[in-house]
């Protein structure tokens, strides 16, 4: 199922369906009368995720009818997509360069699933990506990740790059200049 959005989906359209959980019988001489298996789908775009329910539904169903059982089928409905604001992005980027970090030449681009996307669909939001890279051979999902305080004055000098850019989208005001925009 996870070649399901090269055949269904805009391939310029980020889309990540993985199945990374699945359980069946109790005994390696028995065949369980049950199966389970647990996945993500992640998408930017509403239409697409709903072309991928129904498009997994119908396959599950189609593989279980086809051996003499049933299949059936639960979403667990996720967050919304994380689109960073445009305007949020070009004023945290300005701030950001301004102070002399190197930002993205290209927008970052992720379909990492995350509950602060629900901040997105109440006001302008944007995350950002310190690039702390890999510490010790790991990456930051990873236990043994720390980084260094090198990495927290990163970390502390974007977030307030992006709090500046935030209160001049509610002021109306460039914090630079102190004229309006």
Known sequence: MSSLPTRLINPIHPTVVSFGQVAAGTAPNVIPDRAVCQGTIRTYHEADRALLHEA??????????????????????????LVNDPGLVRRTDRHLAGIGLT??????RSCGSDDFAEYGAATASLMCFVGTGRINGVGLHHGAYLPGRDALELCAQALACGYVAAVESLQGVSLRSGGPR
Do not use: D, H, L, W
């Open 56 to 81: 997994i539904t119908r396959t599950a169903e189609s593989v279980a009818a086809g051996r003499g059982a049933t299949g059936r089928v639960r979403f667990v409905r996720g967050g919304p997509a």
């Open 103 to 108: 930002v993205a030449e290209s927008p970052f």
